[in-house]
């Protein structure tokens, strides 16, 4: 068993350095399969998701060796064209694979994801954009079979919703298929943005990328890039809301205030004091927050990944706050361990109703995915007594030196287990 043991009560202060952005890097690493040769990837973040993204490169071919936050892959002329069940159950962007396997061998076999804690998560709009640039999909025995049987062409795709996974696999496609791609209704997170100008190093034509129409226009051949990761934003906001929910005084730097414009103009409506620089912020933390209304969106609306963290600084708020999640259809699994803690918050349709209270109080607590993990971390910080949150491995996941991170902002917090 993981876990990660807090004994709340201390205040955070001091300086924290974020590292690349998970939710950058694991597509990156899918964008060298494009072209064969060495590629080389800075800032890249010691977590698991990587590590798993480097099994699956591995299992097609690929190889990937890290030194420090550098990674070097290593990418063969010939891919082999499928990747099993255990490694996409273990990390759903495995199915990125797809857009990348179609455009530069035909065919690809991925295992079909499966649901999860936030929800069913279909595949559809993924399939339905490549679907139109030419590639024909059948399941069979829980594997999807797909091919391109005259190759991948440009095409006029409108997505349904703004899915990210959808924009970068038709992204990925679209580089080296033949003509023009038109992906309208397209994610515009920065972490997509970084993807398009790592493709645009390698030779890709694409332009719109960071707004809602993407224009790709197919190149035959890329080549190996060089890239530095784009800052992870999710890493800034949570020890932003862990200086915040312990009245600290905490910078993070080496990051990009502007990625998280909406989280941090609800933290300082929450009564925290924000300031911002080129590429850090500070937030001074009040001494109780206040309750705050906020609404998940995609970008740049408040990010679905910082919201637990978000409910667990306004679980001590002085009122109620009301919070609704418009990008997944049920991530309310948290809400249930953070009443353990004597929280006072429960979900209603898609709505959260947070009632805040004067104090948490610590016991074990189960960490179902890491943002829940990150955000009943940041409530034990703030607990009576010790927290124990289980399921540190989800914290392992997406988050480069959690722990020792936190320590050295003050934080009486260690790791339990292997
Ligand atoms: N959706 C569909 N059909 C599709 C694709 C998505 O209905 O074909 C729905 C999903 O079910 C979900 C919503 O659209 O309700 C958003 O999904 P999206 O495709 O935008 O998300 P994703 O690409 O699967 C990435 C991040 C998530 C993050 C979301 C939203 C990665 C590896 N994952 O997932 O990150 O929550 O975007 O911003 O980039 C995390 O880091 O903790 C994490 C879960």
């Not at 790709?216 to 190996?224: A, D, I, N, R």
Request: hydrophobic share 45%; charged share 25%; proline share 5%.
């Amino acid at each position: 068993m993981r876990a990660i043991k807090v004994v709340g009560g201390r205040s955070l202060h001091g300086t924290v350095a974020v590292l690349g952005a998970k939710n950058a890097v694991l597509k990156h690493m899918v964008a060298t399969l494009l072209a064969p040769g060495t590629h080389r990837l800075d800032n890249v973040p010691e977590i698991e998701d990587v590590a798993i993204m480097a099994e699956v490169l591995r299992h097609l071919g690929a190889d990937g060796e890290r030194s420090g936050n550098r990674l070097v892959v290593e990418v063969p002329e010939d891919l082999r064209p499928e990747t099993p069940l255990d490694l996409v159950r273990r990390m759903r962007a495995s199915i990125l694979v797809l857009g990348a396997l179609l455009a530069r061998r035909g065919r690809a076999r991925v295992a079909f994801p499966g649901g999860d804690d936030f929800g069913s998560r279909p595949i559809d709009l993924h399939l339905e954009g490549l679907r139109a640039m030419g590639a024909e999909f059948e399941l069979r025995h829980g594997v999807l079979h797909a091919e391109a049987p005259r190759g991948l062409h440009g095409a006029d795709v409108y997505l349904e919703f703004p899915s990210v996974g959808a924009t970068e696999n038709l992204l990925l496609a679209a580089v080296l298929a033949d003509g023009v791609t038109t992906i309208g209704n397209a994610a515009r997170e920065p972490e997509l943005e970084d993807l398009a100008a790592y493709l645009g190093k390698m030779g890709a034509k694409i332009e719109g990328a960071g707004t809602s129409t993407i224009v790709v226009h197919g190149v035959s051949e890329l080549t190996p890039g060089a890239h530095r990761v784009i800052p992870d934003r999710l890493e800034a906001g949570t020890y932003a809301a862990a200086a915040a929910i312990t009245g600290g005084d905490v910078t993070i730097t080496r990051c990009v205030p502007a990625h998280l414009r909406m989280e941090l103009t609800k933290l300082a409506a929450a009564g925290a004091e924000v300031t911002t620089g080129d590429d850090w912020f500070r937030v001074v933390g009040p001494e109780r927050p206040a309750p705050v209304d906020f609404a998940t969106l995609p970008y740049p609306g408040f990010h679905t990944d910082m919201h637990p963290q978000m409910v667990a600084l306004l679980s001590v708020a002085d009122g109620t706050s009301i919070v609704t999640e418009n990008v997944y259809a049920s991530r309310f699994r948290y809400l249930g361990e953070l009443n353990r803690l004597g929280a006072d918050v429960h979900a209603d349709g898609q709505h959260v109703v947070v009632r805040g209270v004067e104090r948490l109080s610590g016991c074990e607590v189960d960490g179902c995915d890491i943002r829940a993990a990150a955000a009943l971390t940041i409530a034990g910080l703030r607990a009576d007594g010790e927290t124990t949150v289980v399921g540190a491995e989800h914290i392992d996941r997406g988050y480069d030196g959690f722990v020792a991170k936190l320590r050295a902002l003050g934080a009486a917090v260690e790791r339990l287990g292997e």
